[in-house]
Structure formats: C-alpha cells, structure tokens
C-alpha cells in the first residue's frame, strides 16, 4: 500500500498547503534482540519492498504502509543503547541493514538515514532524562523526520533558522528544504540556532501549529523519499524536545562518521540491485553481438570481463563499508581525536568507492543490456537515477581531499555532520 502523490499547488500569490502527517499506529513497535535479527528482518523486509518499487518510483507514491513495516519491524530502533532498552547493533550491521533495503528500494533507506543520525546525536549529546524520554519514543515506533537544509544560504552549514527562548518551551521560526522523511514522520527534528549561534534539534511535533510539510520534492531520482519544503512558523517545542545537536562537534565524536556511512549505505544497496538487474536481463533477454558469435549475451567476453570489474567493485565497496563500522564501533568504545579519524576517513574511503560504483553499475546496466533495457515497461533508468541524485549529497571529490590530507599530511578531517 502506498500514498499517491497529491500535488497542493496552490493558485498564485496564495499560500502554498501543507500535507497532514500519518497516525502513529497503536501497537508499539517490535524490539531487535541482536545483529543477526536485524539482518533477518532486513531481508524479509527487502523482498516485500522490491515488489512495489518501481510502481512507487513510475508513480512518484509515498510509501507509508512500507515505512509503517520498517519501523514497526524494529530496524528504526536498532542503535538505541541497550542500558534503554535497545538492541545497539554494531554500526557494521546497521550499515548491512540500510544497503539491503536500499537494495530494495533506496527511497525508503534513505527516509531513515536522518533517525537513525537523530538517535546517534541524542546518545551522544542528551542528558540521560532526555535520553529515557526520546529513546522511550523510538522504542515504541516513533519516526524522526528532518529539517536540516536551508536552500538561501550560502553553504550547506549555515542556518537562518532560529528560536528564541520563552521558558519552559521555545518558539521556532524559518523555512527548509531536503526534508527527507518530513512528510511521513511522526516527530521533525528542526535545526536552528539559538541566540549565541549554536545549532540545536528543536523536536517539533509532526502536525504542531505553524509547521507545514509541502509535498513538492521533484527530483528525477529518490522521487519517494517524502521531502519537501517545510515552513516554520512559530512553532513551540518544549524543551524536553530541544537537543543540543551542536556538542556533538565541540570535541571528537562519531556522529558524523554515523550520518555518513549510512548515506554510503543507500549507495551500497543501489550498486547491487543495479548490478543484479544487469546480470538477469543480460542472461533473460539481452541478444549477444553479431560478432561474438556466442549463443547467449552472457557468452560474449567483453560482457563477462566487465560483470566481472564490477563484481569485483561492488564487493570492494561493501567491504569497505563493514571496515567504516567496525571503525566507527571503535570510535563509540574509545572517542579520541585519532580514533574518530580513522572512523571518519574509513567512512570516506567507502563513500568514495559506494558511490563510484553504484553510478558504473547503473549507468552501464544499458551498454550490456542492449537497446531493449531502456523501454519503460522495465524503468530500469530508475537506479541511474536514484545513483545519480544519492550521491549528489555529500561531493566524493571532498572524500578524496579528506583521505589524501591526512594520508600524506596528517591533518584530521573537520568535525561536522558531513565528514
């Protein structure tokens, strides 16, 4: 089941409407009880979402029945400490998890990236009431959407989002865009700064007075990742829901190594069902060049010796991604300014590879496949697409810089959310 897209365009000059968000369902949600459930439960989870994928992306649906499994399943609970009452699943197999339902469908692994960050930073940063409190939502099935980016400012870093303190509760106000997941959340965690500058996660309620979520995210690719602009207007979140998102940069932590090996994750999930897709419809319906000679496409030499490369690529990438875990598991144990390095900079190395492979993969699907790949009755240009738009997020061309400075210079990569 999924929401079909229902365009508010409003008349001109008159103001733009909001969509309501989803009920939070009444029965709470399953808890994990180790790594290798949360795998499990991926995979069943994954076999059911490939089923409706490409209807969603051909139609540009929103997956709400999907997104009510993944976190009624447990798997948007899977790093809540254990001391409340969560699995706290290695970041390797957090990481498993995400590229398989990427795999599946990369719009709704990438809907969780930003809860799954959200829940990382309220263990990082969260006194422990505020800890019980929030971890207690998650627990019961709770969604975090988000509300970081800012589309007017100069660079990616800089919010003109602000609140201003009224006591037992603050008031917030200013406008964002790539909300992903803000459409069907139960609960969006607002950037925005407080008098001194710092940036805070300001807890809104999904539906609170003054907040509008507008569903006109219109990208080629990722087309049901539930973004869209979101308008504040004097919202009042209680301070109970107010982070400060901003410590978690003040000395070395692994938050951001956490927001990035998800979103290398999602690229990791692309690569393969782009590779699986190539290596079916080669063998099924593909023709071999009136050259080759062969009987088969899957005959042809050239055809072998490049599934072959990207196989090779694809395992080079996850491989990557479970050294990015085991790196950033390290970092939680023991937060050093070398150890958060070395999980950043292995972050990095798998962001690079994730992404370089998941656009080889879906790009050359076509050159193999043949002219026939490209009718729409098989929309296979949908992984290109979701390639090509991911993995805009965070430039690679910054990883390699990152990688080569502390490689050869011994400088440590800066402390923010995307690095």
């Known amino acids: ?28 949600a399953h808890v994990i009880r180790d790594d290798a459930e949360a795998i499990r439960i991926a995979h069943e989870l994954a076999k059911e979402f490939r089923e409706g994928a490409s209807e969603r992306d051909r139609t540009n649906a929103r997956p709400l029945a999907e997104l009510d499994a993944f976190s009624q399943s447990g798997l948007w609970s899977i790093n809540v400490p254990r001391a409340y009452g969560g699995p706290e699943v290695s970041y390797k197999t957090l990481a498993q998890v995400i590229a398989i339902i990427a795999a599946a469908d990369p719009s709704i692994a990438q809907i969780a990236q930003n809860h799954l960050g959200i829940v990382a930073a309220i263990r990082t940063v969260s006194d422990p009431e505020q800890q019980a409190l929030l971890f ?58 407080d008098a001194e500058g710092r940036a805070w996660y300001a807890i809104a309620e999904r539906d609170a007075p003054g907040l509008t979520v507008i569903d006109d995210w219109s990208a080629f690719g990722q087309r049901g990742t539930a973004s869209g602009t979101v308008l504040i207007e004097d919202v009042r979140v209680e301070k109970s829901h107010l982070v400060p ?128 790949s490209t009718l729409a009755e098989h929309n296979l240009d949908r992984h290109w697409r979701n390639a090509r738009t991911h993995t805009l997020h965070d430039p690679v061309r910054w990883k390699y810089a990152i990688i080569g400075n502390h490689a050869l210079n011994g400088v440590n990569p800066p402390l923010h959310a995307w690095s």
């Open 1 to 28: 089941m999924t929401i079909a897209v229902n365009p508010t365009t409003a008349e001109a000059g008159s103001r733009p409407q909001g969509v309501p968000g989803p009920a939070r369902l009444a029965t709470p």
């Open 136 to 193: 207690g939502q998650v627990l019961k099935g709770t969604r975090f959407g988000n509300a970081f980016s800012e589309r007017g400012t100069k660079r990616a870093a800089e919010f003109e989002t602000r609140f201003t303190d009224h006591g037992d509760h603050v008031i917030v106000r200013g406008q964002k865009f790539y909300s992903s997941g803000a459409l069907l959340a139960h609960l969006v965690p607002i950037v925005a700064l």
């Open 245 to 372: 998102g901003y410590r978690a940069y003040e000395a070395p932590r692994a938050d951001g190594a956490i927001f990035q090996i998800i979103q290398a994750a999602v690229d990791a999930g692309i690569g393969r069902e782009a590779l699986d897709e190539t290596i079916n419809f080669v063998r099924e319906k593909a023709r071999p060049w009136i050259d080759s000679g062969g009987e088969r496409a899957s005959d042809d030499p050239y055809t072998i010796r490049t599934i072959g490369d990207l196989t090779i690529r694809q395992h080079a990438a996850e491989a990557l991604l479970d050294r990015a875990g085991l790196a950033i598991d390290a970092a939680l144990a023991n937060p050093t300014g070398e150890s958060v390095a070395a999980a950043q900079i292995a972050v990095a190395e798998a962001k690079v590879l994730t992404t370089e492979t998941a656009l080889a993969a879906a790009n050359t699907l076509f050159e193999l496949s043949g002219t026939r």
